[in-house]
């Protein structure tokens, strides 16, 4: 069975800058995607940014230039670094990958981030 574990979550001002991590464990032989996703109250879950084979990035329009997404394949670990977070940020946090050998896709339990002054 594999495991996907976020933290780093947290209440932060306008601005300031937080750095969530995700951690697979279990049964893995690869990870073919590692991606993150946030809900805020009352909305969709949103694609927040992507990490591909070969690295390869993707980011929503509204955290370009502001959020870095990266991961430790050696480690199986994740992170996305925020920066100049703002209020509309705020919302839970997940991490998703598609991980082998099954190719299966797996969530975290979600980590809360509260952008407020």
């Known amino acids: 069975q594999v495991q996907l574990v976020e933290s780093g979550g947290g209440l932060v001002q306008p601005g300031g800058s937080l750095r969530l991590s995700c951690a697979a464990s279990?049964?893995?032989?690869?990870?073919?995607?590692m991606s993150w996703y946030r809900q805020a109250p009352g909305k969709q879950r949103e694609l927040v940014a992507g990490?591909?084979?070969?690295?390869?990035?993707n980011y929503a329009d509204s955290v370009k230039g502001r959020f870095t997404i990266s991961r430790d394949n050696a480690k199986n670990t994740g992170s996305l670094q925020m920066n100049s977070l703002k209020p509309e940020d705020t919302a839970v946090y997940y991490c998703?990958?598609?991980?082998?050998?099954?190719?299966?896709?797996?969530w975290g339990q979600g980590t809360q981030v509260t952008v407020s002054s």
């Open positions: 998703y990958a598609i991980i082998g050998p099954a190719t299966r896709h797996y």
């Open positions: 279990g049964s893995i032989s690869s990870i073919y995607s």
């Open positions: 990490i591909f084979s070969g690295g390869r990035t």
